[in-house]
């Protein structure tokens, strides 16, 4: 019997795709995700299906875009004993581990993972049964208390060993005790090696604050660019943060926040090396593996003046994706827009553990899932086609993007954007996200169809 190929799935928060060796970027020091994309699949226009943490991460467990799955916003989590890719496998025999973040915040912690270790489990108040809210209240934090603003977090960015930096070292420690134990276990002799394996190694950086260590600091510190485009967009949407109070910063802080941010994910690709250096130690060949890389979402860093992820620019709503199988797939890069939730049925084609049907899904709504391996293969004629080369995400139930080719459709329905509720952006032409060509008419014909689609979604403005 043939053994289905073991899984590796690497994940970082708050990555920024164009920070990374491979996508051109001559200053970051990537070369353990460098060798995966100058040996895997690189998906070069992979979209978050939402730029907060929660919702893009539980969209991407669940196949589901946000709505569909019913997870918009912060703090909301999927129903308990959801189908996540995690489960669909187990229930096919996987041992799935995830070693670090998931995110969850209801009482399912677990939500199809079979272990998981160094977690960062954590129940919301909303979640609590029976929670006696005018109790809690008594206990609010004071002034100056909780969550940074990002005015601060660019002030206070520079040399530190934080809690984020901890809690990746710890992730990674414990990665390495698992393969250990799952492939030889030296004491007992009881390996599991047996069965097959999805290992997610899930880590908190390049998330803020913006910490990393001296010598990373130094090195970038007067390396790094800082973005050209730093005029905020002349929309009530797209002009500002919705994290927080705007920033004011010189160049010299933003420059040390890049630097840290900067180091932060040069160390991300330190602890993956560690991990597949764990896989080879115990006599694995990654050849033989599948491995993932990829990321809840990106980072502004500065750029429109912004900071953080919430919004549907390219820096907060592109993401880095990498599909690793060498004895099935060449090196390929591929330029058609693709989206996180798309690996749920990524993972079930590579694996072959069929797909769930509609009642066993989420809400019982189906899958906005596709699978990738016929793009992985140079296929792209039925993605162009059936698929429209489209990729969408969904932001707080409020703001809506569709890509199709190289033109970017924004809706939002905010009561600040009744007069503005559109946006699009031909990306061929406008890079750098500063033009508004709602209004013109050489593109009347494709916003008539962005705006069927947005009908059809459900998103009326």
Same mark, same amino acid.
């Given at each position: 019997?043939? /053994?289905?190929?073991?899984?590796?799935?690497?994940?970082?928060?708050?990555?920024?795709?164009?920070?990374? !060796?491979?996508?051109?970027?001559?200053?970051?020091?990537?070369?353990?995700?460098?060798?995966?994309?100058?040996?895997?699949?690189?998906?070069?226009?992979?979209?978050?299906?939402?730029?907060?943490?929660?919702?893009? $991460?539980?969209?991407?467990?669940?196949?589901?875009?946000?709505?569909?799955? @019913?997870?918009?916003?912060?703090?909301?989590?999927?129903?308990?004993?959801?189908?996540?890719?995690?489960?669909?496998?187990?229930?096919?025999?996987?041992?799935?581990?995830?070693?670090?973040?998931?995110?969850?915040?209801?009482?399912?912690?677990?939500?199809?993972?079979? &272990?998981?270790?160094?977690?960062?489990?954590?129940?919301?108040?909303?979640?609590?049964?029976?929670?006696?809210?005018?109790?809690?209240? /008594?206990?609010?934090?004071?002034?100056?208390?909780?969550?940074?603003?990002?005015?601060?977090?660019?002030? $206070?960015?520079?040399?530190?060993? @934080?809690?984020? #930096?901890?809690?990746?070292?710890?992730?990674?420690?414990?990665?390495?005790?698992?393969?250990? $134990?799952?492939?030889?276990?030296?004491?007992?002799?009881?390996?599991?090696?047996?069965?097959?394996?999805?290992?997610?190694?899930?880590?908190?950086?390049?998330?803020?604050?913006?910490?990393?260590?001296?010598?990373?600091?130094?090195?970038?510190?007067?390396?790094?660019?800082?973005?050209? &485009?730093?005029?905020?967009?002349?929309?009530?949407?797209?002009?500002?943060? #919705?994290?927080?109070?705007?920033?004011?910063?010189?160049?010299?802080?933003?420059?040390?926040?890049?630097?840290?941010?900067?180091?932060?994910?040069?160390?991300?690709? *330190?602890?993956?090396?560690?991990?597949?250096?764990?896989?080879?130690?115990? !006599?694995?060949?990654?050849?033989?593996?599948?491995?993932?890389?990829?990321?809840?979402?990106?980072?502004?860093?500065?750029?429109?003046?912004?900071?953080?992820?919430?919004?549907?620019?390219?820096?907060?709503?592109?993401?880095?994706?990498?599909?690793?199988?060498?004895?099935?797939?060449?090196?390929?890069?591929?330029?058609?827009?693709?989206?996180?939730?798309?690996?749920?049925?990524?993972?079930?084609?590579?694996?072959?553990?069929?797909?769930?049907?509609?009642?066993?899904?989420?809400?019982?709504?189906?899958?906005?899932? $596709?699978?990738?391996?016929?793009?992985?293969?140079?296929?792209?004629? *039925?993605?162009?086609?059936?698929?429209?080369? *489209?990729?969408?995400? #969904?932001?707080?139930?409020?703001?809506?993007?569709?890509?199709?080719?190289?033109? /970017?459709?924004?809706?939002?329905?905010?009561?600040?954007?009744?007069?503005?509720?559109?946006?699009?952006?031909?990306?061929?032409?406008?890079?750098?996200?500063?033009?508004?060509?709602?209004?013109?008419?050489?593109?009347?014909?494709?916003?008539?169809?962005?705006?069927?689609?947005?009908?059809?979604?459900?998103?009326?403005?």
């Amino acid at each position: 019997m043939n /053994k289905p190929p073991n899984i590796l799935f690497l994940m970082s928060d708050e990555h920024r795709a164009d920070v990374a !060796g491979y996508e051109g970027n001559d200053v970051v020091r990537t070369p353990t995700l460098d060798w995966l994309a100058s040996t895997g699949c690189v998906f070069r226009n992979a979209y978050t299906p939402s730029p907060i943490c929660i919702p893009g $991460r539980q969209a991407m467990m669940a196949g589901q875009l946000p709505r569909t799955c @019913g997870c918009e916003r912060f703090g909301e989590d999927l129903p308990p004993f959801s189908m996540t890719f995690a489960k669909r496998l187990a229930q096919y025999a996987y041992r799935t581990v995830c070693c670090g973040k998931v995110h969850h915040s209801g009482p399912d912690q677990m939500q199809g993972w079979t &272990n998981r270790l160094a977690p960062d489990a954590e129940l919301m108040d909303r979640y609590i049964d029976g929670l006696v809210e005018d109790e809690v209240a /008594k206990y609010k934090p004071g002034p100056g208390i909780g969550k940074w603003t990002n005015q601060k977090e660019i002030e $206070r960015a520079g040399v530190a060993h @934080g809690r984020y #930096q901890q809690f990746d070292e710890t992730v990674i420690g414990s990665a390495k005790m698992f393969i250990r $134990r799952h492939f030889l276990d030296p004491e007992y002799d009881r390996p599991a090696h047996h069965r097959p394996l999805m290992l997610k190694v899930s880590l908190l950086q390049p998330h803020y604050p913006f910490f990393t260590d001296a010598d990373k600091f130094e090195y970038y510190l007067n390396r790094v660019p800082i973005f050209s &485009n730093q005029e905020r967009f002349p929309h009530p949407a797209l002009s500002r943060t #919705q994290c927080g109070p705007d920033v004011d910063a010189n160049e010299r802080d933003i420059r040390r926040a890049t630097a840290a941010y900067y180091g932060m994910v040069e160390t991300v690709d *330190e602890h993956f090396r560690e991990a597949i250096e764990a896989l080879e130690h115990v !006599g694995e060949d990654l050849d033989d593996w599948i491995v993932i890389y990829t990321t809840d979402h990106g980072d502004m860093l500065g750029e429109h003046g912004i900071w953080e992820k919430t919004q549907m620019f390219e820096a907060s709503v592109r993401v880095p994706l990498i599909v690793r199988w060498p004895r099935r797939f060449a090196p390929r890069v591929i330029e058609e827009n693709v989206n996180l939730c798309d690996l749920f049925a990524t993972i079930c084609d590579l694996t072959g553990v069929p797909l769930p049907g509609p009642a066993e899904t989420v809400n019982e709504a189906g899958l906005d899932s $596709r699978s990738l391996v016929p793009l992985m293969s140079g296929q792209t004629e *039925e993605w162009h086609g059936r698929c429209h080369n *489209e990729t969408v995400s #969904q932001c707080r139930g409020t703001d809506l993007m569709i890509k199709r080719d190289s033109l /970017k459709y924004l809706c939002y329905k905010r009561p600040n954007c009744v007069e503005q509720p559109e946006v699009l952006f031909d990306l061929r032409l406008d890079p750098c996200e500063s033009r508004n060509v709602v209004d013109d008419p050489a593109y009347r014909a494709e916003l008539a169809t962005f705006r069927r689609r947005r009908e059809e979604l459900g998103w009326s403005p």
